[in-house]
């Protein structure tokens, strides 16, 4: 009996355990979309309807749902409006732009009716939000259908999104449908909308755009209907049947996506490009590029949009080769909205750029298709993984495409770092996105300091070892949801280093890192040095001594706290000493040489440590000797 009641007890400890373990393990939510708008051209307004069905993975019972209505945003009086018109330093694409809309220029999306499983279900327009109360809760593994029919209005271009654009283009169309908010292991994640980030479900896209049929669209997604549509979609050689009407309707169908958007117009030139072992390429720009402009200038800009296939072609061979494996089998560059923005498959970029601009936004939008469309972090959450990751890989793939030689094409990342550090404006890399006190230290955070986070983790691992790390970290979590820790972990697992100080000092505060050389004492047999740390992040040290000779060797301090070494990197002599322990300002080491035959010494010579202070980074020893 007491045997039976000690097996009983075991096994009531042991489920709870086993439940809790489970529900620890990675999961990820699904959302299928099927869509059909019909668009009307005059009034840039359109009627949709959409079928969603939704799996609940999560081990979380839902009894609520949340979409995201993005064009609302474009109201007076809206939260991106009045964020716009507080902050220290707006965006100078908006300002009081919104302030000022009118009725017919406003953006909007209105819920006509929402069923669940066919039955009507309430629902509450709060802003960019619009919240469901379920009639049936979803359990863990569940599928649930949604089936909504919206009215929409196209905004007057102001962000990203929007009708006549700057340059002329007529639609720039994301965040143009509802689209239902991710629920991770966080919780929901229903943002309002105010400018910055997104965060998406995976899942598949079926979209039917019926619009005039001069328009020509590019998309995310493949066309099904191309022989339909032609505008140059169809196959060389075949007919194209058109159906008979005024209008068109453009069927596209993506896979394992988190979005959708799409760009149109009436004039449109549409080329393409074959990526060998990849992609095929889609370009979309109007023969005036910009409406401003006179016809000297466009010409000058059309002739960077011929030029610009080969080398977006060259841009991907070696993102697939340094970065992972693109996993689509298009990708469209479209002239639109009132920059640069990403979306899976696919851009909207302004056109009129000289060639080193228009190449240099095509490769960082691409690069988004790694760091965003594919590896889908929470981008309000981390959006220095994103636009951070997407800068370092977009520089030397630029400096790659020009060949442009740079020892350190990361220089300007590190620089705007700097400045952000000097101003006092700073702020953690942990601040959520939309909440940045600034603009500047949101842009300095997540696209300088985030690039330059990548590549002093090089300085820390060694170069090799991060490359490797990079590609696993790839194959790992792409078509996932993967956090700052998950990218991390990979990275300990390449290096066999403990890497956690890294995060909790570059991304969880402002700490800055900055070493000098202090002290030089030296005789006839040996020369003593002394370095100190004067900034309050930790690092490894690289130091690289210059004999009278010409010769070269390094003298490699490993932290403590990361318990490994780092491989060496180049073919000079190495010399690794004893680990420095964070808490000790100071570390002194012996050279086995005279100072009298000693030229210069530097901490790392490759400018890969973020070191806010480089002054005291070098000691002139042959000068010093001379004085």
Known sequence: ????????????????????????????????????????????????????????????????VYYHLYFNAFQPGSMMDKRSRTIADPDGRVRDRIYHLEEDEIGYQRIRSLKQDGKDVSFMEEGTILVVELNKPIKPGEKTT????????????????????????????????????????????????????????????????????????????????????????????TKVQRPKGDKLTWHFVAEDVIDFFWGADPDF??????????????????????????????????????????????????AQKHFGKYPYPQYSVVQGGDGGMEYPMGTLITGARSLGSLTGVTVHEFYHSWFQAVLATNEAL?????????????????????????????????????????????????????????????????????????AQLSYVIGEETFRKGMLHYYDEWKMKHPTANDFLRVMEKESGMILDWYNEYF???????DYGVKALV?????????????????????LEVEYEDGSKEIFYIPLRIMRGEKPAENNLKRTVLDDWMWVYPTYQFEIPKPASSIKTITIDPTGRLADVEQGNNSFDVAGMMKD
């Open 1 to 64: 009996m007491n045997k039976f009641f000690y097996f009983f007890a075991l096994l009531l400890f042991i489920s709870p355990l086993s439940v809790a373990q489970n529900n620890t393990s990675y999961w990820q939510q699904h959302a299928d979309y099927e869509m059909h708008i019909d668009v009307d051209t005059e009034k840039y307004q359109y009627k949709g309807k959409q079928k969603l069905v939704y799996t609940n993975n999560s081990p979380d019972v839902l009894e609520r």
């Open 146 to 237: 949604f089936e909504m029919e919206w009215d929409a209005q196209v905004p007057l271009q102001v962000r990203r999104s929007g009708r006549t654009n700057a340059e002329g283009i007529e639609f720039s169309m994301s965040q143009w449908y509802p689209k239902l908010a991710e629920y991770d292991y966080m919780g929901w994640h229903p943002n309002p909308y105010v400018g910055r980030e997104f965060h998406g479900i995976w899942g598949n896209f079926d979209v039917k755009i019926t619009i005039d049929k001069d328009y020509v669209i590019g998309a995310t997604g493949v066309l099904q209907n191309p022989n339909q549509i032609g505008h140059g979609y169809e196959e060389p050689g």
């Open 269 to 318: 030139i549409h080329t393409t490009a074959q990526v060998p072992n990849g992609p095929k390429l889609h370009f979309f720009y109007q023969y005036e590029i910009d409406v401003r402009a006179n016809s000297d200038k466009n010409a000058e800009y059309r002739a960077n949009w011929e030029r610009l296939p080969e080398l977006t072609v060259k841009g991907f061979e070696y």
């Open 382 to 454: 981390y959006p220095w993984i994103d636009e951070g990751f997407t800068v370092f890989a977009s520089a030397e793939t630029m400096n790659h495409i020009f060949d442009r030689q740079a020892d350190n094409p990361y220089e300007g990342s590190y620089r705007s770092y700097y400045s952000i550090v000097r101003s006092g404006l700073e702020e953690p890399l942990t601040t959520h996105a939309d909440h940045y006190n600034t603009n500047r230290a949101y842009g300095a955070a997540s696209y300088s300091k985030g690039a330059v986070y990548l």
């Open 507 to 513: 991304v969880q505060t402002t700490k800055t890192i």
């Open 522 to 542: 030296g005789d006839n047999n040996k020369t003593i040095v002394e370095l100190e740390r004067y900034g309050l992040m930790p690092m490894p040290i690289d």
